[in-house]
């Protein structure tokens, strides 16, 4: 039997911002537990949640980016439902009238464009959270409050692949337009993963399993190809009646979805309107300032990147991957740097460097103005490739400006001076001009190497073996 799998993705996003969404406390991640909190975060009574304009502004932003249609009113709805995480007794979200609605984005899978259909993306604010030690739970409320952007496609994805490619994606996004740093390390990222299996000429979608709070892209991508074996497995032995709506949780440990609850029906959490929120007016005005200050996209930027500069679509990938690769790529470029030359040294050179460091790009000592001295020190035969090198690396060692290097290191181009070094060396060298010129011809590399031990490498190697040539061939 064919089958296919359709699958749709619930994307959380904490929101870059200087306070919560409802309160005055700040919005940072911290290591200690319940250090950002105040009265409205711990649901005291007789506190009042007070919007932060700015969380409305982003998210305006992302709706805007992909392609969503926009609200008249930005108001929210109470979610109702009891957990140890939420201290209100409800969630303040967004139900009948979210941010945006029925938008689209085209995203890059396997050098293909796919059009992905958004269903919704909301403004909410986060819960707690919880740590489970044996038998006892902590609850840490520095998360409480947090602005979260919840974002919901149509199930209009086909494959584990497809589903990655879409996050990824839209982490560039909200990285890009400075909306989250969208960092999964610090638990800014989480996603639900719904997947069902259908025969391939079938009409209506299979049962439906959700996986729920998945912290990494590639355990979404795990949970995937697990679910769809699973079910796929199931279908094609006549036991497709056990698959059952149904929430799980994906073990890392083990790579496989376990089973938590039944969803055999869809949650009534009586949403009602928040009554302590006004609903605030999204005016035109408004939607054309957020939409000017939009960056250029990362798939915008990388068929720029191929199109003027003639990167390779392999290139172009890794330097769009993340906004601060693509901002130092664009400083080089400007700085007159060619632009096929740059993107190498960032590739190979300096993105190894800042993961062996654990470091961000824009930590890195080495600026593109530093780089450049290097690659224009290189090109005017000042030094050699392997200098320029060894150069890079001591320059963001010792943490010194790579002129004071270059001048160290500096080659000898000076022909006379390189035509008296030559002159001395093959004085020496009688019996193996000699076997040269008798058909050993492999002794040519016995020269060169002569004369760079003589120069500590400081030789220019092509007038080296311009003069060698000229010397012994002439």
């Not at 064919?2 to 969404?21: R, T, Y």
């Not at 250090?35 to 700015?54: C, M, Q, R, T």
């Not at 200050?293 to 915008?300: A, Q, S």
């Not at 800042?354 to 593109?368: A, C, E, M, S, Y």
């Given at each position: ?40 975060d ?28 926009l ?120 996603c ?19 996986v ?21 497995e ?22 496989t ?20 929120i ?18 250029e ?24 991957k ?25 590739i190979?050179n ?7 460091l ?10 593109p ?20 090198k ?35 060396i ?49």
């Amino acid at each position: 039997m064919a089958l296919k799998a359709v699958i749709g993705l619930e994307m959380h996003c904490e929101l870059k911002s200087n306070s919560k969404v409802f309160s005055s406390s700040k919005n940072s991640y911290e290591k200690d537990a319940n250090v950002n909190i105040s009265a409205i975060d711990l649901a005291f009574p007789g506190v009042l949640p007070v919007l932060n304009k700015e969380c409305v502004r982003k998210s305006l932003m992302m709706s805007i980016a992909l392609n969503c249609s926009l609200p008249e009113y930005i108001y929210f709805d109470r979610k109702n439902y009891y957990y140890p995480d939420l201290p209100k007794g409800y969630q303040i979200t967004q139900s009948h009238d979210p941010v945006g609605v029925d938008g689209e984005v085209i995203i890059e899978c396997n050098k293909e464009e796919r059009k992905i259909k958004i269903h919704d993306i909301h403004l909410e604010e986060d819960t707690a959270s919880l740590d489970h030690v044996f038998d006892s739970s902590f609850i840490d409320y520095n998360r409480a409050g947090v602005p979260l952007l919840e974002l919901v496609t149509e199930p209009c994805i086909y494959s584990a692949d497809e589903a990655v490619a879409f996050l990824e994606h839209i982490k560039r996004i909200y990285q890009y337009c400075d909306i989250s740093d969208a960092d999964s390390k610090k638990g800014q990222i989480r996603c639900d993963v719904n997947v069902s299996m259908m025969e391939e000429d079938a009409k209506e979608l299979g049962t439906r399993v959700e996986v729920k709070n998945i912290n990494s892209f590639s355990s979404v991508y795990d949970a995937i190809v697990y679910e769809i074996n699973r079910q796929s497995e199931l279908i094609n032995s006549g036991r497709g009646d056990e698959i059952v709506q149904e929430t799980r949780r994906f073990d890392e440990e083990s790579g496989t979805t376990k089973r938590m609850r039944s969803k055999e029906d869809a949650i009534d959490y009586k949403y009602f309107v928040e009554p302590n929120i006004p609903k605030y007016k999204v005016s035109k005005e408004w939607v054309e300032e957020i939409s000017s200050c939009i960056p250029e996209l990362p798939l915008d930027r990388k068929k720029r990147y191929i199109k003027e500069y003639g990167l390779s679509d392999y290139d172009a990938n890794i330097i769009i991957k993340e906004k601060d690769y693509a901002d130092y790529f664009e400083k080089c470029i400007s700085l007159g740097m060619d632009a096929k030359e740059s993107a190498n040294w960032i590739i190979v050179n300096i993105l190894a460097y800042i993961n062996k460091l654990d470091i961000g790009i824009n930590d890195l000592f080495i600026t593109p103005e530093k780089l450049k001295v290097i690659i224009d020190a290189k090109k005017k035969g000042a030094i050699s490739s392997k200098q320029a090198k060894e150069i890079f690396v001591k320059v963001i060692e010792d943490k010194k400006d790579p002129i004071e290097y270059i001048k160290d290191n500096s080659q000898i181009s000076d022909k006379e001076e390189l035509i008296k070094i030559i002159d001395d060396i093959l004085l020496k060298s009688e019996s193996q001009i000699e076997a040269y010129k008798a058909g050993r011809s492999n002794l040519f590399d016995y020269f060169v190497g002569q004369v760079m031990k003589n120069t500590r490498g400081k030789a220019n190697p092509v007038m080296t073996k311009e003069i060698l040539n000229e010397k012994l061939n002439g």
